[in-house]
C-alpha cells in the first residue's frame, strides 16, 4: 500500500520554522512516499459549531471543509504541523481537530474507523528553552491519535523564534532526518500506560 503523507500547516505565517522543520523531515521520505501540503492559512475553515444534539451533520461537498475531509481520509499519516502557541497548537489548527468532531457524527462517512490504525504525528518550533513546554501539545495529539485508534508518531520539535532560526538547531535538524523512519505504536491514553 502506497503511503500518503498529509502535512496541515497551522502557522500564522508563511515558511515559519516549524514548516521549515517538516519541511526538512519531509525531504527524508522515500521517493514513492505521496506528500500532499495543505495551509489552513490559505484555506480557512469556519468556525466549528457543536450540532451533536441538535441536528445531524452534513458531509461537505465543496470548499475548504472539503478540501480539508477529503484529504485527511485519502492520507496514511497525518502530519499536524503548528507551531508552539500558548503551549499548545495554533487556532487555525485547533479548528481544524475540532473538525473532526464534526465529521464523526457525518452520517454514512464513518471518520472514526476510517482514521484507525493510521498515522498522526506532529512537529512543531517553540520558542522555549525547555522542551517539556510543549507536553500540551503532544498530550493533545497523542490523545486524540488515541481516541481514534490511531498509531501516534511522536512531535518533532524544534527551537526558534525569528524566521529561521530553527536552521541553527543543529539537533532538531538531525532527529528530522530519522523522525518519519521510526515506527509508530497505537497510540495510548496516559492512563493506560503499564
Known amino acids: 500500500m502506497t503511503r500518503r503523507f498529509l502535512f496541515v500547516l497551522g502557522s500564522a505565517r508563511p515558511d515559519g520554522n516549524t514548516e521549515l522543520l517538516a519541511r526538512r523531515a519531509a525531504e527524508q521520505l522515500p521517493p514513492d512516499v505521496e506528500q500532499r501540503w495543505i495551509d489552513l492559512t490559505a484555506h480557512p475553515l469556519p468556525d466549528f ?3 451533536r444534539h441538535d441536528t445531524d451533520h452534513v458531509r461537505p461537498t465543496e470548499g475548504d471543509p472539503a478540501l480539508l475531509l477529503d484529504a485527511t481520509l485519502a492520507a496514511t499519516d ?3 504541523a503548528s507551531p508552539l502557541y500558548w503551549y499548545s497548537v495554533s487556532a487555525q489548527t485547533k479548528r481544524y481537530l475540532d473538525h473532526w ?3 464523526l457524527r457525518t452520517p454514512g ?3 472514526h474507523a476510517a482514521m484507525a490504525g493510521r498515522t498522526l504525528w506532529g ?3 517553540l ?3 525547555e522542551p517539556e513546554v510543549a507536553d500540551p501539545l503532544a498530550g493533545l495529539l497523542n490523545n486524540s491519535a488515541a481516541y481514534l485508534g490511531m498509531r501516534f ?3 518533532l520539535l524544534g527551537n526558534g523564534s525569528k524566521p529561521g532560526d530553527v536552521l541553527k538547531d543543529t539537533e532538531a535538524l538531525g532527529r528530522a532526518k530519522t523522525f518519519f523512519a521510526r515506527e509508530a ?3 495510548r491514553f496516559p492512563y493506560e500506560a503499564g
Request: zero cysteines; charged letters at 10%; aromatic letters at 8%.
Open 49 to 51: 459549531e457543536d450540532l
Open 153 to 155: 508518531g511522536g512531535v
Open 185 to 187: 505504536p497505537l497510540a
Open 78 to 80: 497525518v502530519v499536524i
Open 123 to 125: 512537529v512543531t518550533a
Open 101 to 103: 468532531s464534526g465529521w
Open 109 to 111: 462517512l464513518d471518520f
Open 127 to 129: 520558542a522555549h528553552p
